[in-house]
Protein backbone atom coordinates (compact mmCIF):
# COMPACT_ATOMS: atom_id res chain seq x y z
CA UNK A 1 0.00 0.00 0.00
CA UNK A 2 1.25 3.18 -0.97
CA UNK A 3 2.06 5.61 2.03
CA UNK A 4 3.88 8.99 3.49
CA UNK A 5 5.01 9.48 6.22
CA UNK A 6 5.65 13.16 7.16
CA UNK A 7 8.05 14.04 10.50
CA UNK A 8 7.60 15.76 13.32
CA UNK A 9 4.02 15.92 13.51
CA UNK A 10 4.32 19.24 14.88
CA UNK A 11 7.25 21.44 15.31
CA UNK A 12 7.64 24.76 17.34
CA UNK A 13 10.42 27.54 16.66
CA UNK A 14 11.53 31.31 16.66
CA UNK A 15 10.62 33.77 14.38
CA UNK A 16 13.50 33.83 12.37
CA UNK A 17 15.05 30.43 12.62
CA UNK A 18 15.35 28.04 9.93
CA UNK A 19 13.55 24.51 10.03
CA UNK A 20 13.44 21.00 7.78
CA UNK A 21 10.13 19.42 7.46
CA UNK A 22 10.34 15.54 6.70
CA UNK A 23 8.85 13.24 3.79
CA UNK A 24 9.45 9.44 3.55
CA UNK A 25 7.36 7.72 1.07
CA UNK A 26 6.66 4.38 -0.36
CA UNK A 27 4.77 5.56 -3.54
CA UNK A 28 6.06 3.42 -6.75
CA UNK A 29 6.15 3.96 -9.61
CA UNK A 30 6.79 7.62 -8.79
CA UNK A 31 5.68 10.42 -10.67
CA UNK A 32 6.02 13.35 -9.03
CA UNK A 33 6.17 15.00 -5.37
CA UNK A 34 4.34 18.40 -3.90
CA UNK A 35 4.71 20.23 -0.82
CA UNK A 36 1.48 22.06 0.10
CA UNK A 37 0.95 25.00 2.87
CA UNK A 38 -2.20 24.55 4.83
CA UNK A 39 -3.59 27.98 6.77
CA UNK A 40 -5.73 26.65 9.80
CA UNK A 41 -9.64 27.17 8.38
CA UNK A 42 -8.49 27.25 4.77
CA UNK A 43 -7.55 24.63 1.68
CA UNK A 44 -4.08 24.17 0.82
CA UNK A 45 -1.47 26.04 -1.52
CA UNK A 46 1.03 24.61 -3.11
CA UNK A 47 4.56 25.36 -2.82
CA UNK A 48 6.51 23.19 -4.89
CA UNK A 49 6.43 20.63 -7.50
CA UNK A 50 9.15 17.76 -8.48
CA UNK A 51 9.64 14.82 -10.34
CA UNK A 52 11.52 12.08 -9.97
CA UNK A 53 14.72 13.61 -11.74
CA UNK A 54 15.00 16.79 -9.99
CA UNK A 55 17.22 17.20 -6.65
CA UNK A 56 15.95 20.91 -5.59
CA UNK A 57 13.29 23.35 -6.35
CA UNK A 58 12.61 26.41 -4.03
CA UNK A 59 10.19 28.65 -3.91
CA UNK A 60 11.11 31.87 -1.93
CA UNK A 61 12.10 31.06 1.54
CA UNK A 62 11.14 27.37 0.88
CA UNK A 63 13.04 25.18 -0.55
CA UNK A 64 12.36 21.38 -1.32
CA UNK A 65 14.93 18.45 -1.67
CA UNK A 66 13.82 15.00 -3.19
CA UNK A 67 15.98 11.76 -3.01
CA UNK A 68 14.43 9.32 -5.30
CA UNK A 69 16.77 6.46 -4.24
CA UNK A 70 15.84 6.79 -0.79
CA UNK A 71 12.46 7.94 -1.08
CA UNK A 72 12.59 11.22 0.59
CA UNK A 73 12.09 14.78 0.81
CA UNK A 74 12.46 17.43 2.96
CA UNK A 75 11.17 21.23 2.88
CA UNK A 76 13.67 23.67 4.26
CA UNK A 77 12.32 27.06 6.00
CA UNK A 78 14.57 29.72 5.73
CA UNK A 79 14.02 32.79 8.24
CA UNK A 80 10.64 31.69 9.42
CA UNK A 81 8.07 34.28 10.14
CA UNK A 82 4.88 34.20 11.96
CA UNK A 83 2.65 33.61 8.75
CA UNK A 84 4.49 30.71 8.14
CA UNK A 85 2.42 28.77 11.10
CA UNK A 86 0.52 26.40 9.31
CA UNK A 87 0.29 22.45 8.47
CA UNK A 88 2.57 21.44 5.54
CA UNK A 89 1.38 18.46 3.41
CA UNK A 90 3.57 15.89 1.29
CA UNK A 91 1.88 14.70 -1.32
CA UNK A 92 3.15 11.94 -3.76
CA UNK A 93 1.24 10.69 -7.19
CA UNK A 94 2.46 7.97 -8.77
CA UNK A 95 0.31 6.12 -11.58
CA UNK A 96 -2.04 3.58 -10.23
CA UNK A 97 -3.94 1.32 -12.61
CA UNK A 98 -4.38 4.11 -14.86
CA UNK A 99 -6.04 6.18 -12.54
CA UNK A 100 -4.22 9.59 -11.09
CA UNK A 101 -4.87 9.37 -6.99
CA UNK A 102 -2.33 11.20 -4.91
CA UNK A 103 -1.43 9.79 -1.73
CA UNK A 104 -1.19 12.29 1.41
CA UNK A 105 0.64 12.25 4.48
CA UNK A 106 -0.93 13.88 7.69
CA UNK A 107 0.76 17.08 7.32
CA UNK A 108 3.70 18.80 10.18
CA UNK A 109 2.08 21.54 12.29
CA UNK A 110 4.20 24.31 12.02
CA UNK A 111 4.26 27.04 15.22
CA UNK A 112 5.97 30.36 14.90
CA UNK A 113 6.25 32.35 17.81
CA UNK A 114 7.11 35.92 18.27
CA UNK B 1 -10.77 36.27 -8.94
CA UNK B 2 -10.17 32.82 -10.59
CA UNK B 3 -9.87 29.86 -8.42
CA UNK B 4 -11.86 27.23 -6.41
CA UNK B 5 -15.46 28.09 -5.07
CA UNK B 6 -17.13 25.96 -2.98
CA UNK B 7 -20.45 26.33 -1.56
CA UNK B 8 -21.71 26.69 1.34
CA UNK B 9 -18.82 27.09 4.11
CA UNK B 10 -20.67 25.39 7.14
CA UNK B 11 -23.74 23.14 7.01
CA UNK B 12 -25.07 21.22 9.54
CA UNK B 13 -27.43 17.72 8.65
CA UNK B 14 -29.78 15.94 10.45
CA UNK B 15 -28.60 11.55 10.07
CA UNK B 16 -30.37 10.67 6.69
CA UNK B 17 -30.58 13.87 5.27
CA UNK B 18 -29.14 14.74 1.60
CA UNK B 19 -27.74 17.50 0.05
CA UNK B 20 -25.24 18.74 -1.94
CA UNK B 21 -21.52 20.61 -1.76
CA UNK B 22 -21.21 22.94 -4.76
CA UNK B 23 -17.63 23.42 -6.58
CA UNK B 24 -17.17 25.39 -8.85
CA UNK B 25 -13.91 26.14 -11.19
CA UNK B 26 -13.55 29.54 -13.45
CA UNK B 27 -9.36 27.92 -15.03
CA UNK B 28 -10.99 25.76 -17.69
CA UNK B 29 -8.84 22.54 -15.50
CA UNK B 30 -10.11 19.32 -16.97
CA UNK B 31 -8.88 17.45 -13.50
CA UNK B 32 -11.22 18.05 -10.70
CA UNK B 33 -11.52 16.19 -7.28
CA UNK B 34 -13.26 15.98 -3.93
CA UNK B 35 -11.62 15.19 -0.63
CA UNK B 36 -12.50 14.75 3.06
CA UNK B 37 -9.91 15.69 5.95
CA UNK B 38 -10.22 14.39 9.00
CA UNK B 39 -8.30 15.30 12.34
CA UNK B 40 -4.95 13.30 12.42
CA UNK B 41 -5.54 12.00 8.77
CA UNK B 42 -4.11 13.14 5.67
CA UNK B 43 -6.49 14.55 3.19
CA UNK B 44 -8.94 11.27 1.26
CA UNK B 45 -9.78 11.22 -2.21
CA UNK B 46 -14.00 10.51 -2.31
CA UNK B 47 -14.03 10.75 -6.52
CA UNK B 48 -12.61 12.84 -8.95
CA UNK B 49 -12.77 13.65 -12.39
CA UNK B 50 -10.69 14.09 -15.62
CA UNK B 51 -12.95 15.97 -17.65
CA UNK B 52 -16.79 16.14 -18.95
CA UNK B 53 -18.82 12.99 -18.23
CA UNK B 54 -16.03 11.14 -16.67
CA UNK B 55 -15.97 10.28 -12.99
CA UNK B 56 -13.97 7.68 -11.05
CA UNK B 57 -14.04 6.38 -7.64
CA UNK B 58 -11.15 7.70 -5.22
CA UNK B 59 -9.63 6.16 -1.95
CA UNK B 60 -13.55 6.73 -0.06
CA UNK B 61 -15.97 6.81 -2.35
CA UNK B 62 -19.08 5.11 -0.27
CA UNK B 63 -21.86 7.45 0.51
CA UNK B 64 -21.26 9.83 -1.75
CA UNK B 65 -22.03 10.65 -5.41
CA UNK B 66 -20.80 13.03 -8.39
CA UNK B 67 -21.50 13.94 -11.81
CA UNK B 68 -19.53 16.34 -14.28
CA UNK B 69 -21.77 17.31 -16.44
CA UNK B 70 -19.71 20.83 -17.35
CA UNK B 71 -16.05 21.46 -17.09
CA UNK B 72 -16.62 24.27 -14.41
CA UNK B 73 -18.58 22.49 -11.84
CA UNK B 74 -18.61 18.87 -9.86
CA UNK B 75 -20.73 18.87 -7.27
CA UNK B 76 -20.84 16.22 -4.64
CA UNK B 77 -23.77 14.41 -3.31
CA UNK B 78 -24.23 12.91 0.07
CA UNK B 79 -27.36 10.43 -0.16
CA UNK B 80 -28.08 9.82 3.24
CA UNK B 81 -26.19 11.94 5.64
CA UNK B 82 -24.29 9.25 8.43
CA UNK B 83 -22.33 10.77 11.64
CA UNK B 84 -18.95 8.99 9.69
CA UNK B 85 -19.50 11.78 7.23
CA UNK B 86 -18.72 15.08 9.60
CA UNK B 87 -15.81 15.83 7.94
CA UNK B 88 -13.79 18.94 5.84
CA UNK B 89 -14.60 18.69 2.39
CA UNK B 90 -12.38 20.36 0.37
CA UNK B 91 -12.69 20.68 -4.23
CA UNK B 92 -9.59 20.99 -5.58
CA UNK B 93 -8.81 20.79 -9.66
CA UNK B 94 -5.93 20.99 -12.09
CA UNK B 95 -4.66 20.88 -15.72
CA UNK B 96 -4.57 17.48 -16.48
CA UNK B 97 -2.20 15.97 -19.41
CA UNK B 98 -0.63 12.29 -19.28
CA UNK B 99 3.10 13.17 -17.87
CA UNK B 100 2.38 16.30 -16.71
CA UNK B 101 2.90 18.12 -13.22
CA UNK B 102 0.18 20.36 -12.24
CA UNK B 103 -0.47 21.37 -8.73
CA UNK B 104 -3.93 21.26 -7.47
CA UNK B 105 -5.96 24.61 -6.37
CA UNK B 106 -8.07 24.15 -3.36
CA UNK B 107 -11.13 25.62 -2.74
CA UNK B 108 -11.45 26.74 1.21
CA UNK B 109 -13.53 24.21 2.11
CA UNK B 110 -16.88 23.12 3.18
CA UNK B 111 -17.43 22.38 7.02
CA UNK B 112 -20.22 19.44 7.53
CA UNK B 113 -21.43 18.12 10.49
CA UNK B 114 -24.23 15.59 10.70
CA UNK B 115 -25.59 14.92 13.82
Known amino acids: KNQVEQSPQSLIILEGKNCTLQCNYTVSPFSNLRW ?24 GRYTAT ?11 ITA ?4 DSASYICVVRGPS ?6 TFGRGTSLIVHP | NAG ?15 MT ?20 MGLRLIH ?5 GITDQGEVPNGYNVSRSTTEDFPLRL ?21 ANYGYTFGSGTRLTVV
Open chain 2, 79 to 99: LSAAPSQTSVYFCASSYFAEG
Open chain 2, 48 to 52: YSVGA
Open chain 2, 21 to 40: LQCAQDMNHEYMSWYRQDPG
Open chain 1, 97 to 102: GGSYIP
Open chain 1, 80 to 83: SQLS
Open chain 2, 4 to 18: VTQTPKFQVLKTGQS
Open chain 1, 66 to 76: LDADTKQSSLH
Open chain 1, 36 to 59: YKQDTGRGPVSLTIMTFSENTKSN
